[in-house]
């Protein structure tokens, strides 16, 4: 993945690379080992761009919270300015009150601590996990507003908000001259399309850029599972609360049927499913990166190919026409 695949991140002037390292498994299914191969391995094939969050392992508990960032803060030491790195706050991360949340306080104290975690005095992108009604949307402006010009984040992006919700906070942000949300991470693969409806052309009409992750639906997209089976404890759809929630998006019929054909496609076009479900999510509309994340770096090669991957247009119409009804019924093309 060279210098081509380079793509401007919305209304910034930073270019990263289209496929961007998610990072949620370090620290858990990876140790620090693997997930130190899986780093070297995304910036050896040309990745420049790195997520994670301070909640992260995010299926550990609250005392090792945190320690995803310690690991890539450890690795990024001595080369910090080759990398745009990403984290987000919001999710819990204790027991009291103002452990989660994007109250003032909460994000303030969080992206401290996050800095310090990671080794460094700034991230180039804090992202708010999750929108939080109870915090006064103006109170959490203002506490971005505050990040950015301290200099502890270069730009701010919200993660698994609502279209309307967006929308409001760049009014609010406008009419406050406060700094305005420039990216927007949403789940988006070929077996959860809802977003094309309403989220997609929302950003694409005020240039925010889109930081797609989930692109294997937890590893569905990969064809290694089959309806009714018993699923590896290891893996997303094993066992503990994230298997259930991932069971829950995915484990259903309808959703199996969908892979099957997305399999034989893969099989007539000589590309293994997994490079074929990044390559389709890259070609889409309004996307800019796809959030890649592995347990494995072994599990890296196909899908950092799927950024020099194009598939010719009755390909993307035959994947499309496979997978139409996961847009929630909607038909239309946005």
Not at 238 to 258: D, L, N, P, T, V
């Amino acid at each position: 993945m060279g210098s081509s695949n380079l793509i401007r991140l919305g209304n910034t002037g930073l270019q990263v690379s289209r496929l961007c390292l998610g990072t949620m498994t370090f620290g858990s299914s990876a140790d620090e080992g693997e997930s130190v191969a899986i780093l070297d391995a995304a910036t050896e094939a040309g990745v420049n761009f790195i997520d994670t969050a301070n909640r992260y392992p995010s299926d550990a508990p609250d005392e090792r919270k945190g320690l995803t960032e310690e690991i890539i803060g450890r690795w990024l030491k001595g080369r910090r300015q080759r990398f745009i790195v990403t984290t987000k706050a919001g999710g819990p991360m204790g027991p009291l009150p103002w452990d989660a949340g994007t109250s003032r306080k909460h994000l303030l104290s969080a992206i401290d601590a996050s800095l310090a975690r990671l080794g460094t005095d700034y991230v180039d992108l804090f992202q708010l996990h999750r929108d939080d009604p109870s915090t006064p949307l103006e109170e959490t402006l203002e506490a971005l507003d505050t990040i950015v010009r301290s200099g502890r984040a270069r730009y701010v992006g919200v993660s698994n908000w609502g279209a309307w919700r967006i929308a409001r906070a760049l009014g609010r942000s406008e009419a406050l001259r406060l700094v305005k949300p420039v990216t927007v991470q949403p789940r988006y693969n070929l077996l959860f399309r809802q977003f094309e409806r309403d989220l997609f052309p929302m950003c694409e009409a005020e240039n925010l850029a889109t930081l797609c992750y989930n692109p294997l639906a937890g590893g569905l997209l990969t064809g290694k599972y089959r309806h009714g089976a018993t699923a590896d404890a290891a893996t997303r759809f094993g066992s503990g609360g994230i298997a259930a929630a991932y069971r829950q998006k995915y484990w259903h019929e309808k959703e199996f049927e969908a892979v099957g054909q997305i399999m034989q496609i893969a099989q007539s076009v000589g590309m293994p499913p997994e490079r074929l479900a990044v390559a389709w999510l890259l070609a889409q509309r309004g996307v800019t990166c796809a959030v890649i994340g592995v347990s494995r770096a072994s599990q890296l090669s196909q899908v950092l190919l799927a950024g020099d991957a194009k598939l010719d247009d009755h390909i993307l119409e035959k994947l499309d026409t496979i997978t139409r009804e996961f847009r929630l019924g909607d038909a239309a093309p946005f």
